[in-house]
């Protein structure tokens, strides 16, 4: 099922600058009254925090390795980090400030998820790409699949875990609940079926059939697939809470950040700012996304003001938070690259942010990600 697309309005809501500071910041999330991302102010990627509750910003690492990736659930956030020459998952709990290593495996493990009490993650340690959980109630770690072929890109909501697997030679999505230790497999389209995020009951994700990338959402209990886009653009990285998903969409020649309201049917542009405003994260009525208007990547956070919608024309007033408590002497690069070759496998973690050439097979953000020495084109 398809569901109905007109041209989008604007959303109705707020603009807030949450940083400043002229070096770069990545990749943010929000959850609860936090929102997280990885910054590198320090001259290396630290994580680093916004109170919305006390509107202050902090950094959550020191450390002079490099950490990417932060997920966050109410006070612990978790991402993976290379201080020890690997990619390790690690945690931070803000209330009682304490730091902890989650994994000491000798390989790498990437893009950690949290819920609760639960991490998820993707594993190389057993040659190929698995699914990992670590409980950090009972500090018991478990391997979550154990198929042969990759599985990446781990999301996770109450007691199920969603991923894209190449096992039937293309990428697919599968889903296990923790509970019942049952593995189910979402999607069985000959086409790839990308990057998942799951709340409640709905799973989605960016279907690559029909030579276009459009947003999808699975109803887990109607086992109802419903295509919620049919823009013919590029599109990436969906999330979602409650009835919105949000995602990154190449329609205006820039990524702009749109939204889909589930319950109303209705699509709205979120950004419509020239630059880029790429990989947002939504919770409740805050979405946040990494901002390009600056000449620098900032982030920036919409409140949305309940369901309506208003055919605003013009910049949206914007509200600037002073992130005076972070170094701003970063060179400002355009075209960012940055590059580890951390293992004698020749893997290579590439984290390429530009504004220019944003194609189907070039989404400007990419994790290159075999964990062998032959690369996996699956």
């Known amino acids: 099922m398809s569901a109905g697309t007109v041209t989008a309005q604007m959303v109705q809501g707020n603009e807030t600058q949450i940083t400043t500071n002229e070096s770069r910041q990545y990749f943010p999330v929000v959850n609860d009254d936090k929102i ?54 690690f945690a931070y709990n803000v209330s009682s400030e304490e730091e902890m290593q989650l994994t000491t495996n000798a390989l790498r493990q990437y893009f950690p998820a949290i819920y609760e009490d639960k991490v998820v993650w993707q594993d190389s340690r057993n040659g190929n790409w698995d699914i990992y959980m670590y409980n950090l109630s009972s500090e018991e770690e478990t391997q979550v699949t154990t198929n042969e072929s990759n599985q990446r890109h781990p999301a996770i909501y109450d ?46 994700w960016v279907d690559e059939g029909n030579d276009s990338r459009q947003v999808v959402l699975y109803n887990l209990t109607s086992e109802e697939e419903t295509q919620l886009t049919s823009n013919d653009s590029i599109k990436w990285s969906p999330k979602i809470y409650d009835d919105k998903v949000v995602w990154m969409d190449y329609r205006n020649d820039n990524w702009d950040v749109y939204m889909y309201n589930i319950s109303s049917e209705e699509e709205l542009e979120v950004t419509s700012n020239e630059s880029d405003q ?8 805050i979405i946040v996304w990494m901002d390009h208007r600056n000449d620098n990547w900032d982030i ?51 984290d390429n942010v530009t504004d220019e050439n944003a194609t189907s097979e070039d989404d400007n953000e990419t994790m290159e990600d075999s964990a062998t020495e032959d690369t996996n084109s699956s």
């Open 278 to 285: 790429r990989n947002p994260s939504i919770y409740g009525d």
């Open 159 to 204: 007691d199920k875990i969603v991923w894209e697997d190449s096992r039937n030679g293309n990428r697919d999505i599968f889903m296990y609940n923790i509970t019942t230790e049952e593995e189910t497999e979402l999607t069985t389209n000959e086409s790839h079926q990308r990057d998942p995020a799951i709340y409640n009951d709905s799973v989605v």
């Open 36 to 89: 997280v991302w990885m910054d590198d102010s320090n001259d290396n990627w630290d994580i680093a925090m916004y109170n919305l509750s006390d509107e202050e910003i902090m950094n959550i690492t020191t450390n002079e390795s490099r950490q990417y990736y932060p997920s966050v659930y109410e006070d612990t956030i978790v991402w993976m980090d290379d201080r020890e020459d690997n990619w390790d998952i």
């Open 300 to 350: 920036y956070m919409m409140t949305l003001e309940g369901s309506e919608i208003t055919n605003m024309t013009g910049e949206t007033d914007t509200t600037v938070v002073t992130d005076s408590t972070m170094d701003d002497n970063t060179t400002i690069e355009d075209n960012i690259t940055e590059e580890d070759n951390a293992t004698d496998d020749n893997v290579t973690v590439v």
